[in-house]
């Protein structure tokens, strides 16, 4: 059995993350409503759901998660936790696409290296990017990503860097060429 795909676009804040998430989703609009456990989760996560169901065609399911999980104060380690599982038992999904940060700032409980950690993950084909944005955002005198700041893990999967200054469309071009995510 094929893993399926988990996709992370890794850069600072507003850096540029969940237009590339977007773009390549084309998530935007519809939010999942569930009811129960995993209902509450998927709206604390503010979990994206793109379905293809053509005709004559197999159903295909991405998830989606635009907005970093770090500057989720709702989002918790153990939600993300359920939310993977119910990926990995879902047979018509082939992955997820989401945004993370490389250092933790305002949430605590979900940092970079902690969401590394997770078993659920090695169930899981991990293609890491790393957003440059080769500008100054803001305020911030150091806006790169250190490959120092990513966990271990990411950093043998050796992430692909883009390239911020780029349109989204042509950085979620260059994601959906490496990882075939949307087929």
Known sequence: MRKKKLIVI????????????RALTGCGGQRIYRPGRIGRVFNQLRVYLMEDIRPNRRIRRLYA???????NHKA???DLRVFLRFVLGDQFSQGIVMALQPTYR???RVSLERISNLEELRSFAIHPFILRPGRPISNQQNNDVNNNELPRLLQRLHPIALDARAFAYFNAEIVQNRTRIIR
């Open 76 to 78: 918790t380690i153990l």
């Open 10 to 21: 890794i850069g600072k804040s507003r850096a540029g993350k969940s237009t590339i998430v």
């Open 106 to 108: 305002i949430n605590g």
């Open 65 to 71: 998660i635009p907005d970093s999980l770090q500057e």
